[in-house]
């Protein structure tokens, strides 16, 4: 599988088809988790937010019994509580989220997606997965004319964002609350977190504090436009 230099934008939709078959062993699991759960999403997770977002958060992959199991990027798992008790207390939300897709849970100015669109065994995408799920990535920043800020969740969601942008990894190393800015794409900025997951908070490597000032300074670069 050829990994592209640099994306051209708007070249893809930014969903992936509901039984798409570009990686193998991805499309294998999910066959095997459908035979398994029928009553699960399994699919290709789509983008959860407002369409004319200022906010992108862009994460690793699914859940096995999170976002594969109901449908919506980190919903059903410890990594969504996180995430959106943060979003809510920022302004990036409204109303009540339940851990279920058909909640009364509302995105203003936030769009969420993942680098890689289906759940992966172990939770680990391989190289020529994430490759192959560039192209809906790139098609989704596109399709936001008015994005200021995307906020990597991990170091693959922050790889995978700048080679989505055409930007060397050397030019914009990752680091927890790093700032990007990343000028041949003005006014984008792009900030850094480690991602919210359970083992991350549990080892306390990610801190409730240190992920809201990740989204306390998203806030603040956006208000000020």
């Known amino acids: 599988m050829n990994k592209p230099a640099a994306m051209s934008f708007g070249e893809s939709n930014p969903e992936p088809p509901p039984d798409c078959r570009l990686c ?28 004319q977002a200022k906010l992108l958060i862009v994460g690793l992959a699914p859940g096995l019994q999170g976002a594969n199991k109901t449908g919506r990027p980190f919903t059903g798992d410890w990594a969504g509580d996180l995430l959106y008790a943060t979003l809510l207390k920022f302004g990036f939300a409204e109303g009540h989220y339940e851990a279920r897709a058909d909640d009364s849970l509302v995105l203003k100015e936030a769009m969420i997606t993942n680098a890689v669109r289906c759940v992966p065994p172990q939770n680990k995408p391989v190289a020529a997965e994430i490759t192959a799920c560039r192209p809906f990535l790139a098609a989704q920043i596109s399709a936001l004319p008015g994005l200021r800020v995307i906020i990597a969740l991990g170091r693959i969601a922050h790889d995978s964002t700048l080679r989505t942008l055409g930007i060397p990894l050397k030019d914009a190393p990752f ?20 991602h919210c997951s359970r083992y991350n908070t549990n080892t306390r490597r990610l801190t409730t504090e240190m992920f809201e000032h990740v989204f306390e300074s998203a806030r603040r670069e956006i208000d000020k436009r």
């Open 24 to 51: 193998s062993r991805l499309a294998e699991f999910r066959d095997a988790n459908r035979s398994a759960h029928p009553d699960w999403f399994n699919g290709p997770v789509p983008c959860f937010g407002a369409k």
């Open 175 to 194: 680091g927890h609350n790093a700032h990007h800015r990343l000028k041949q794409h003005e006014p984008l900025l792009l900030i850094d977190s480690y």
